[in-house]
């Protein structure tokens, strides 16, 4: 996806530690407002790009709280790609096999990645495994301006 002037870039890293997901969410949820999203597609891009992060956390941190899981997060009119980055050994998305909730919990984040983004790729790299997922806008209802920064009282 190539986007365009106006496009707005947040790159974020926390502690490998899963208290820091709902913060993370609420950010999301603001550049997915500015953007102009619907209510359903704003729920879906948190959904999807928090199980990316959740997954980053539980798989991809081999030294636990030590590492780091970085998030890219652009948008503009057309989009909202995301970009999470671990420092895992990283996986073959496309031999995993899903568990069903009957098996055991866990085993369903990919496919609901894929079914809340528009699309998802895995990627290694030098440092770890990149997850990078594209939510396209369909339900514009034109760019509004949000301010992600707290008012100071």
């Given at each position: 996806m190539s986007l365009h002037r106006g496009a707005t870039e947040v790159c974020i890293s926390i502690d490998s530690r899963p208290e820091y997901l709902p913060r993370l969410r609420t950010v999301i949820g603001c550049l997915a407002e500015n953007m102009g999203m619907?209510?359903?597609?704003?729920?879906?891009?948190?959904?999807?790009?928090t199980?990316?992060?959740a997954n980053a956390i539980r798989h991809g941190s081999p030294d636990g709280e030590q590492n780091a899981v970085v998030i890219k997060l652009v948008t503009s009119s057309r989009g909202f790609v995301a970009e999470v980055t671990d420092q895992g050994a990283g996986f073959d998305a496309d031999t995993l096999?899903?568990?069903?909730?009957?098996?055991?919990?866990?085993?369903?984040?990919?496919?609901?990645?894929?079914?809340?983004?528009?699309?998802?790729?895995?990627?290694r790299n030098a440092k770890g495994m990149t997850v990078?997922?594209?939510?396209k806008v369909k339900g514009s209802v034109g760019r509004r301006r949000i301010s992600l920064r707290r008012e100071r009282r």
């Open positions: 619907s209510t359903q597609e704003m729920q879906d891009t948190k959904l999807a790009i199980e990316a992060c096999v899903p568990n069903t909730i009957l098996e055991k919990p866990g085993g369903l984040g990919i496919p609901l990645m894929r079914a809340m983004a528009d699309r998802v790729e895995f990627l990078r997922l594209l939510k």
